[in-house]
């Protein structure tokens, strides 16, 4: 009995001084909402005039850049008093606060707080004036701290799950790996381009690759343009010899240089200093068109310019999400 007794006794504390020591984490539950979809926390007696049209300037501006208007994320606006326990676990959040006591308006970010993957983004400010003026003031870094996390998000979700195909095409190419979305199938390919898509006739992704000889100068927007219409009418052309795909003009007044539809950046992705590129496709002499998202690296090692692009065609359905999963492929390039 008292070996019995003994055994018990022995048990029980082995398996509480186990559980006290034990290395494992608490499990953080999974975020949930759309891709691009947002909870949006604010004081609901603030929520008025300049600080709701400011956080909607910010939040709702329009995705560049795409042939009509479509919000950059989707908002739920929840006010502050509410119960927020059902939003607790948002990928995407941001919160307004009004602090009368606050010394200086503030931004501040956290990363997987109560959940995983998650980004919540706090602004504090002693008033909603000043609250306004923060945002505003904060409004690119704001955009590209949600659309960073997304498109890393959409990007890890490739690296698991990618078309083989164009991996394997990409690396004889150019010596690297890009991962783009497995239903990119249909594929042409020559000694220095490369092109595959879907081949549908709407949610249409495509993913292109060229290569230039790159002379030592900096990058420009006029030859970014340059070297992409050259390579895309010599390898995308149409069904008649006068049409080809070449990126959007428009001339800002009536007899006027037409201007190239581009909006043109330096970023730093995966610590590699590039330019991106958003702006607007079309087939010359018809009536095909969409937006079109690219990267250019710079390969020192062999003095060329790697472009990577991923472009759509949506006539009829939403093209922000479609765009986006090409712009997060472009960024898994390693």
Not at 34 to 48: C, D, K, N, R, T
Not at 119 to 137: D, N, P, Q, T
Request: glycine share 4%.
């Amino acid at each position: 009995m008292r070996k019995l007794l003994f055994f018990i006794l022995y048990s029980s504390f082995f398996l509480v001084v186990s559980a006290c020591t034990s290395d494992e984490k608490p499990t953080v539950p999974a975020s949930r909402g759309l891709p691009f979809e947002m909870v949006v926390i604010a004081p609901e007696q603030a929520y008025q005039g300049e600080l709701s049209d400011t956080i909607d300037a910010v939040l709702r501006a329009s995705t560049p850049v795409l042939p009509q208007h479509e919000p950059m994320f989707r908002l739920n606006v929840i006010w502050a008093d509410a119960n927020l326990t059902p939003f607790r676990t948002y990928r995407l959040r941001f919160i307004a606060k009004v602090n009368p006591r606050a010394s200086k308006a503030t931004i501040g970010v956290a990363r997987d707080a109560v959940a995983r993957p998650q980004l919540e983004v706090k602004a504090e400010a002693s008033s909603a004036h000043e609250l306004a003026l923060l945002i505003g003031r904060e409004r690119q870094r704001i955009q590209d701290l949600f659309v960073d996390f997304e498109l890393d998000n959409m990007a890890a979700a490739l690296r698991r799950k990618h078309s083989s195909a164009t991996r394997k095409a990409f690396h004889a190419l150019t010596g690297h790996t890009i991962c783009v979305p497995p239903a990119l199938k249909s594929s042409k390919q020559t000694s220095d381009f490369l092109w595959t898509g879907t081949n549908l006739n709407d949610r249409d992704q495509n993913f292109v690759c060229y290569t230039y000889a790159w002379d030592g100068r900096p990058l420009t927007p006029d030859q970014f343009v340059a070297k992409r219409d050259s390579a895309l009418k010599a390898n995308i052309p149409g069904s008649r010899p006068d049409q080809w795909m070449q990126t959007s003009r428009l001339a800002p007044e009536p007899g006027a240089p037409e201007q190239p539809l581009i909006l043109t950046r330096v970023r730093n992705i995966n610590n590699v200093q590039v330019h991106e590129v958003h702006g607007l496709w079309q087939l010359r002499n018809g009536a095909l068109g969409g937006a079109f998202v690219a990267i250019e690296r710079i390969d020192t090692a062999n003095s060329r310019v790697i472009v990577t692009e991923g472009f759509i065609y949506s006539p009829h359905s939403p093209k922000r999400t479609i765009l986006r999963e090409m712009e997060a492929a472009l960024r898994t390039f390693e």
